[in-house]
């Protein structure tokens, strides 16, 4: 027999072992997994499309026209002085990382009830892997977003617009973003998996939290004493930050930020204690 | 215990339960929570622990433990909802128990479904990473074993086609393939064997009992398949009730289920109980029933069906065992009578098996009543059948069933010089 009996793995499985068990070992023994449901989703995206990855291209710069011609053309927001073109597509970036990442991950436990009540893994490696699967989608858009840039720049000739030293911090923003989406996708998560109504909220709390974000307008557009309220989405100063990095225009300030960053911390920390108490026993309930 | 000095078992149940709330089954929503919530307000019912003990409190497993030692192979057996399935859940980490504690001593692997994670979009090998991947493996153990995975699976020509094009049969053996060469120290495996062609079971149920043999590791099989249990299990638990009630060399739990399942069944026909099969009894042409028949009589078997509910494509079967539990003789209406009726209200069936061939013996009858592909009704061991001796062959030699087996043929001797 191959086996030693005292071997040193031993493993105890109690009833609620502890409030809070969150393996970041096991997690890691797990990372070939993690980056293998990276590659599915990138595949099964675009497997049966003509255009395949173009459309990660293409999305966004259709949204962006749709912007410019109702929101820029017919309501007539103003966009910091910016190209238009420019200012909606970089406030896309930070957003639909944002959005994208949330509605999948909110639907972790409820949408992969199948998967989840036949097989052990840790569960979080599933929502990990979307926030990881959407970094590629933002790297894409960036680039298409560095090429609209360039283009304006050098071969249109268009002044007012330029890369900010800040952009340095940009490795970091995108860190932000992505925890603040996996936080509270996290805690939604929980809850879906308890009460189904949430599927029905999702769409819409993303839809209305995107018009209360300065996706579509600058947030110096936003009469002073109401600014406070702007500040409270922590998405507010992600997307900011956007545009001061990559455009050189945008209204964030420290607070701002430190806020951003505290609501984060704070998803991240109730996201973890639901989502670890929930997976345990989540496919009793589905 | 002497022996627990030599080799510590590598899995130890202790008093493992688990409750499920009846109202919880199901996905809630916010409505029924609140509703939950007003009710506890109005009748002043306090929300703590013991709020939990009501009647809707349904126990899938009560105090369950048992050890298995290394390289044991242990079958679970029990009727469908005894807590077979909770057990395994418990096992394999997708759920928690309730209360009591389960000890590992080696990296487990499950295998509650084959294929699980499987994507249709992505190509059989890029799924037989995904898929190793999920049952733990790591890429480069994956990619050491790779070949033998695709070439057990004798899938080779269509490795990068995408697994939707595949045969039900391609993609359940590729499936398979991965999980067969999945190398922990403790295996649970469900009854997913009863899948694929008949040569690929006997490949797989092959590579298990090699698995347990040549490389002493521990295998967890749950089953129905009684035959399955008894051909790869020393040892068997008996559940039933969520509560173990046998365990024991695997023989020995098993003739216990079958004692079991077949008080049951017995229990169903004197009362009338049984929702389909009403009554069911054996005669001979003269409409006597003996308590035994002789090798060779003519024997009768009616059958009493009931259905409230009209049922488009039954299809009922006698199936009689050996004392050993292997399966001897099916009389069926697909194979016999092979034509379209339905059964609506009350049906009573005749069959009359003529020269009985069977030697000495108590034979066990099951009874089962299919619509189509789904079970509506088995009863196993629903009766004895006894067969007493008589000299079929006017030779006055008495057949030795331990000698000459269960089948008496009718043949006849001639020689020549």
């Not at chain 1, 990559?246 to 639901?274: C, E, K, Y």
Request: hydrophobic letters at 45%; aromatic letters at 10%.
């Amino acid at each position: 027999m191959s086996h030693s009996p005292d071997a040193p793995y031993e493993l105890i499985l109690r009833a609620n072992a502890s409030w809070f068990d969150l393996s970041l070992k096991n997690l890691w023994q797990y990372r070939d997994l993690l980056m293998l449901l990276v590659r599915r989703d990138f595949v099964a995206k675009y497997k049966q499309t003509i255009l395949g990855p173009l459309w990660f291209v293409l999305q966004p710069l259709l949204m962006t026209l749709v912007f410019t011609v109702i929101f820029g053309q017919v309501a007539g927001l103003p966009t910091d002085g910016l190209p238009p073109m420019l200012f909606y597509l970089c406030g896309q970036l930070g957003w639909n990382y944002f959005a994208q990442t949330l509605t999948t991950t909110s639907g972790t436990l409820a949408t992969n009830a199948g998967l989840f009540s036949k097989v052990y893994f840790p569960r979080l490696v599933v929502p990990l892997s979307v926030s990881v699967s959407n970094l590629f989608t933002l790297v894409i858009q960036i680039g298409t977003f560095a090429v609209f840039f360039l283009y304006l720049r050098y071969a249109v000739g268009m002044r007012g617009f330029g890369l900010d030293w800040h952009v340095v911090f940009l490795p970091f923003l995108v860190i932000h973003t992505a925890l603040l989406s996996l936080g509270l996708g996290l805690v939604l998560s929980a809850l879906t998996a308890k009460y189904r109504d949430l599927t029905h909220v999702m769409p819409i709390l993303v839809q209305v939290w995107m018009y209360a974000s300065p996706v579509i307008y600058p947030l110096s557009k936003i009469p002073a004493d109401w600014r406070w309220l702007a500040r409270l989405n922590p998405m507010t100063p992600v997307i900011e930050s956007y545009r001061l990095m990559l455009l050189g225009a945008g209204t964030v300030t420290i607070a701002d930020i430190a806020a951003s960053v505290a609501i984060m911390v704070l998803f991240m920390i109730a996201g973890l204690l639901l989502f670890t108490r929930t997976e345990k026993t989540f496919v009793d309930i589905v | 215990m002497a022996a627990r000095a030599v080799t510590a078992p590598i899995i130890e149940v202790r008093n493992l339960s688990k409750s499920y709330r009846l109202g919880a089954i199901g996905a809630t929503t916010l409505k029924d929570e609140m509703s939950r919530l007003w009710q506890r307000l109005r009748f002043g019912r306090s929300g703590s622990d013991d709020d939990e003990s009501t009647d809707d409190e349904f126990w899938a497993l009560r105090d369950v433990s048992f050890d298995v030692r290394p390289g044991e192979v242990v079958g679970i057996i029990g009727r469908n909802g005894a807590g077979k399935s909770t057990l395994l859940k418990i096992l394999s980490r997708i759920t928690q128990q309730t209360s009591g504690t389960v000890t590992l001593r080696g990296r487990v692997a499950s295998l509650l479904e084959v294929g699980t994670g499987f994507h249709p979009d992505l190509t059989g090998r890029e799924n037989v990473f995904l898929n190793g991947a999920i049952l733990g493996m790591t890429r480069a153990e994956i990619r050491s074993k790779f070949d033998e995975i695709v070439a057990f699976a004798e899938v080779e020509r269509f490795i990068d086609t995408p697994v939707k094009r595949y045969s039900s049969g391609m993609y359940v053996r590729l499936a398979f393939a991965v999980a067969a060469h999945l190398e922990p120290e403790i295996l649970i495996v469900d009854e997913v064997l009863a899948v694929g062609d008949a040569e690929f079971q006997q490949k797989c149920l092959g590579k298990m009992g090699g698995i347990a043999s040549r490389e002493g590791r521990t295998v967890i099989f749950v089953s129905h398949n009684t035959a399955a249990v008894e051909a790869l299990c020393h040892r068997a638990v008996l559940l039933e009730k969520g509560v173990v009630s046998a365990s024991g060399d695997s023989a020995s739990v098993l003739a216990e289920y079958v004692k079991g399942m077949s008080n049951y069944a017995r229990d169903l026909l004197e009362t009338g109980g049984a929702r389909h099969i009403r009554t069911f009894n054996i005669y001979n042409v003269k409409d006597e029933s003996p308590a035994s028949f002789a090798i060779g009589d003519d024997i009768v078997f009616e059958t009493e069906l009931f259905s409230e509910e009209r049922v488009n494509h039954p299809s009922y079967g006698i199936f009689i065992h050996s004392p050993k539990g292997e399966r001897l003789v099916g009389l069926h209406t697909d194979v016999q009578q092979n034509s379209q009726w339905i059964l609506e209200g009350a049906k009573r069936l005749r069959i009359i098996w003529r020269n009985v061939p069977l030697n000495v013996g108590s034979y066990r009858i099951d009874l089962a009543l299919w619509d189509y592909s789904s079970e509506l009704e088995t009863l196993v061991g629903a009766r004895t059948l006894n067969i007493h001796a008589a000299d079929v062959y006017g030779s006055g030699v008495l057949p030795d069933p331990a000698y000459m087996g269960s089948i008496i043929p009718d043949a006849t001797w001639s020689m020549t010089q």
